[in-house]
């Protein structure tokens, strides 16, 4: 599961390589870093104001992040509407998001887990499919995520690769590249702790296969595609 609220500007029309329509946004960024590019496929729930935007509108966005598997080096991500899109007479500082999934440790976050005070990782999670970007309800949407200080040590003293979590946190971008920022206090746990002894095992096993990272199930997602 995965969901984004956030006030952005319109930016312009475009269509993918598959030929599909979106609308291109930007979301100003919290503290350092640059706008935020995301990709809205303009759907039923989204009501029809996208077809009377203006560049520069400001519009207050609601639903689920995908990438687009139907072009190979497309790494935009896509919002699949959820609620009515509005606009705003000025921007509104909204950038949140939530995201529930499986933890895991890629190896750019093996890289760049220098930091004490930093802990990147990755969140492995699912979402109903979505034909037009060739998602399937069993594919996994990956999002990098960066946590600081006392979450990240909490992080690190609880999580395992496959543990289930929840975090909430905002939207960064640097050189393009978008990712999760948690914000302070603003994650869970869920399950069990791992015992001592399958944590030791965990760690002195290598890194899996991808096609065995652990599937990830989320309780209350539906494999029902939102009209388009």
């Known amino acids: ?12 029309e475009g269509t993918t390589e598959h030929g599909i329509r979106y609308i291109e946004v930007s979301i100003p960024p919290i503290g350092k870093g640059e706008d935020i590019k995301v990709r809205i496929i303009p759907n039923k729930a989204a ?31 896509y919002l699949i509407p959820t609620q009515r899109i509005q606009v705003v007479s000025s921007p509104v500082p909204l950038n949140d998001v939530t995201i529930a999934g499986a933890y895991w440790l890629s190896d750019n976050d093996l890289k760049a887990n220098q930091n004490q005070d930093r802990h990147n990782f990755t969140m492995l ?23 600081w200080k006392y979450d990240a040590e909490r992080i690190l003293q609880t999580a395992f690769k496959g543990r289930q979590m ?35 095992k965990v760690i002195s096993k290598p890194d899996y296969a991808p096609g065995d990272r652990p599937k990830v199930v989320i309780e209350g997602e539906t494999k029902e595609e939102l009209p388009i």
């Open 166 to 200: 929840l975090v909430e946190g905002y939207l960064r971008s640097y050189n393009g590249y978008v990712s999760v920022t948690v914000r302070n206090g603003l994650v869970e746990m869920f399950g069990r702790k791992e015992m001592k002894e399958i944590k030791e």
């Open 47 to 77: 009501g029809d104001v996208l077809g009377s935007c203006s560049k520069g509108a400001n519009l207050l966005i609601a639903g689920r992040l995908y990438r687009n598997r139907a072009v190979q080096g497309d790494y935009n991500f």
């Open 125 to 147: 999670t699912s979402a109903p499919t979505q034909q037009l970007l060739s998602h399937n309800y069993d594919d996994t949407i990956s999002f990098s995520v960066t946590s």
């Open 1 to 12: 599961m995965n969901t984004l609220k956030a006030c952005a500007t319109y930016v312009e």
